[in-house]
């Protein structure tokens, strides 16, 4: 039996992106993104969603494409990994899609050291490159982070 993978699209300058539907937790319009000093680089920032503290990493910046202002019709996808909550901006979000275990093919296959991508499936409409949240942080970026979120104290 064929095991099926439903897969959250979004898009980053043209190109399709996707990420397990069993990690999002929510996709949100785009709201301000609040400095989280001291944290790394990947990082953009915090939010407050429903509560609690979650970080804004920036994938745009992790697959080197070119930096861009946050636009209004922007979307947060907030994820959960075994360690963390975890949001990232997205242009666009497709909608989900379902696709099964042998269409995907291993990120290392294709171009070999992309470590934070989990495999690449093939569409009619082109590629779609499915990210590894589990990996999207090194463990040096995620002690920083932690360090930084232990450290934040929000302003009066």
Known sequence: ??????LVGFILDNQNYAVPLAQVTR??????????PNAPEIVLGIINFSGRVIPVVDIRRRFRLPGRKTALYDNLIIARTAKRDLAFLAEAVTGVRECREEDITAATKIIPGLEYLEGV???????IFIHDLERFLSLDEA???????QGFRPAP
């Open 121 to 127: 499936l093939k569409f009619q409409d082109g590629l």
């Open 27 to 36: 996709v949100v319009h785009a709201v301000a993104v609040t400095p989280l």
């Open 1 to 6: 039996m064929t095991r099926a993978h439903q």
């Open 143 to 149: 002690q920083s982070l932690e360090a930084a979120l």
